[in-house]
């Protein structure tokens, strides 16, 4: 999606580590207009699907996948991260590691929003490692529910995330593929 | 608004010491639709008030506050909760108790999305003890901005929070003010 590569080359910073800083529009700062068209490129892609319903993971997942909701006209949920594994409520878990930050989480879901025979379209703000999409496909099958796709705003095309979670059969639809960046701050796409 | 009011009747679920889920609509599954007519009314209300920004916080005011910020025009910021004291960048940082995980956050800004001149419109999906409000409009002033108001889905009247703000001259608009909640599950709005 030339806007949003557009977008990634004028306001992300790169970081040595692979690391790209977009946190001026994407996760800290919103740019709700970019989201809105980002959510038109996803239906686009998926309005066949049969979804009815968006899953994503807080924090930085929870504004896109709110916006695209509208243009899907489905309900959102949003994984919850937690230090400990809940047992207070019936919920859907897996465990998640995070690379970014060098922790694990346990990810849940509450039992009362994935059912069997929910379509699923799963939005995330970054694919890399694939840990937190994983687990969230897992957890929908857990459910019994069917994983339509997922919708990625960055994909880190250098990293096996995509590859892995493609050769499962997923289909992952990124709307900015990055194939290298470099500490000079350039970016080349896919 | 009668609305939010209907739905938390239908679809809230009372528990013992003032609690009330609102997470099959407000702060796990998400509808969508409904935040749209919040964010209807909070236009309404604080449209001309010169809204530049809105500043909420995670987890779950960021999807409340990105469909609102569609009806502004206006960016999303979200304040990340920390355990410890972000010291890697250059960031607004306060320290908020919450009473209901009982436990203490730091809760942070980046200091580039937040600067003198702003006119900042905070949401969140509740107000009880007030703290994680009191702490958002202290990071606003801290940068210079102005707090225009706050809008809030749920305030639980019955607690402090509502009139400790509003005794600092700040506007809170909440749309669904609860004067009482049993624990035979019923509520009575103020």
């Known amino acids: 999606m030339k806007l949003l590569?557009?977008?990634?080359?004028?306001?992300?910073?790169v970081?040595?580590?692979n690391i790209l800083k977009v946190d001026s529009f994407l996760n800290h700062q919103l740019?709700?207009?970019?989201?809105?068209?980002?959510?038109?490129?996803?239906?686009?892609l998926f309005k066949d699907s049969g979804v009815n319903k968006i899953l994503t993971i807080e924090a930085s997942g929870i504004a896109i996948a709110s916006i695209v909701a509208?243009?899907?006209?489905?309900?959102v949920?949003?994984?919850?991260?937690?230090?400990?594994?809940?047992i207070a409520g019936d919920v859907y878990s897996v465990v998640v590691k995070s690379f970014t930050h060098g922790n694990e989480n346990h990810v849940i879901?509450?039992?009362?929003?994935?059912?069997p025979g929910d379509r699923i379209l799963v939005i995330d703000d970054?694919?890399?490692q694939g840990c937190a999409l994983m687990g969230l496909c897992d957890i929908i099958k857990s459910a019994g529910a069917e994983v339509v796709g997922a919708g990625i705003a960055i994909e880190k095309a250098f990293q096996p995330g995509g590859d892995l979670i493609r050769e499962k059969g997923i289909r992952v639809e990124s709307l900015a593929k990055i194939k290298?960046?470099?500490?000079d701050g350039s970016i080349v796409f896919c």
Chains 1, 2 share one sequence.
């Open 5 to 13: 590569e557009e977008r990634i080359v004028k306001d992300g910073k």
């Open 15 to 17: 970081f040595p580590g």
């Open 31 to 44: 740019d709700v207009n970019l989201f809105n068209e980002m959510g038109k490129e996803w239906y686009r």
């Open 70 to 75: 509208q243009h899907f006209n489905v309900p």
């Open 77 to 86: 949920v949003f994984a919850k991260k937690s230090k400990s594994r809940n």
């Open 109 to 115: 879901v509450s039992k009362d929003f994935l059912n």
């Open 126 to 128: 970054f694919l890399a």
């Open 180 to 183: 290298e960046m470099h500490d």
